[in-house]
């Protein structure tokens, strides 16, 4: 019997072999939207890495949605050449289901990447900062530009660029989209009340709020294929006082569950300044997700943050708290976590056959390497070599 973080889900016509998957991960490395050779060595590594799902990162459906100069896009013809590229390289060693996160960072685009955050997090303009746009002409906070309010066109076009980048998805390989309403980036923008202060039928109630996000991804899940799922990262709350709450997620989920989409991945925060932060301890967002699994019992869910050991993983599935488990900085700290924590639950890790002289069934220094619990899980005290 598999481990519950080692049992296959299937969401449509994907079958993930577990319940394992990389978070996205910015990497602010493209030039142009366009993916580099650093976006194909970082994510052939998670292809390799025994992982259930491999998500690419924020990737922005317009030049102006991105976060930063270096945000990937699928945005243009060369964009989608270069992803289309990566996706076939991939698969030329590598079944790993792949999927790309799509978004739009609205009044948060036009910022520097975190290594450089120390010079101020907007560009200048002869640094090449762009005008953003917002549901509100309301800046983020202190010293962020001051958006244009999006107007009927403006909507329109944004929903076009959510639907081409879908389509452009499908054309380039990708298995699976998930489309980003958390961290205070566009689409979460209009779902909370601290970015959106529109008086139209996309501001006041939550109804309201929901409506733009919600036509986004409808139109979304027209556009891409039946048989490949569409999963949303949602915010659990948005930690700030008058923000979304939980109960809020809750609704939105059901709503999400109603157009067809097949997980929520609760993550939480960043869409205004001033958050009250809860105590950030191994697995602080897992109770977002189990209420969201409780309340929305036929939609999956994935759940985040500090998710750091093969146990924990694991009875999070086992316990039905979540269905699927992401990864995210113990994945860059470990790019093979899922074929060590395939050892340690006693599965059996997916490791390439080139690769396999380090499996610890041949190698008897694995236990060395990985601790005395692994040596139980592979019961290798008295290995040699085959
Ligand atoms: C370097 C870095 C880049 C990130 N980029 C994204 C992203 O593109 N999209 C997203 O939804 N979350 C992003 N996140 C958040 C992670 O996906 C994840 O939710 C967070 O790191 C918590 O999980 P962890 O404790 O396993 O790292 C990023 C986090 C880090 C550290």
Redesign the pocket.
Known sequence: MPSALFTPIRMRGLELPNRVVL????QFMAKDGTAQPWHFMNASQYAVSGAGLVIL??TAVEDIGRITLGCLGLYSDENEKALTDYVKGMRSYSNTPIGI?LSHAGRKASTRP?WELHKGHNLKPEEGAWDVVGPTAEAFGEGWPVPKELNAQGLTHILDCFVDSTRRAHRCGFDMIEV?V??GYLLHQFLSPLANKRSDKYGGSLENRMRFPLEVIAAMRAAFPDDKPIGV?ITGRDLNVGGLELDDAVIFSRELQKLGIDYVTP?AGNVAPGMILPKIEPGYLVPFAERIKKDVPDLNVMT????VLPEQANEIIASGKADMV?????FMDDPRWAWHAAVALGDAPAIPPAWNRANPKVWPAYPMVHGASRELATGMGHMTRE
Do not use: D, K
Request: glycine share 10%; proline share 5%; hydrophobic share 40%.
């Open positions: 978070s996205p991960l910015c990162e924020a996160q975190t980003h958390a961290h990262r993550s985040v943050g500090l998710i992401a990864i995210g900085r113990a």
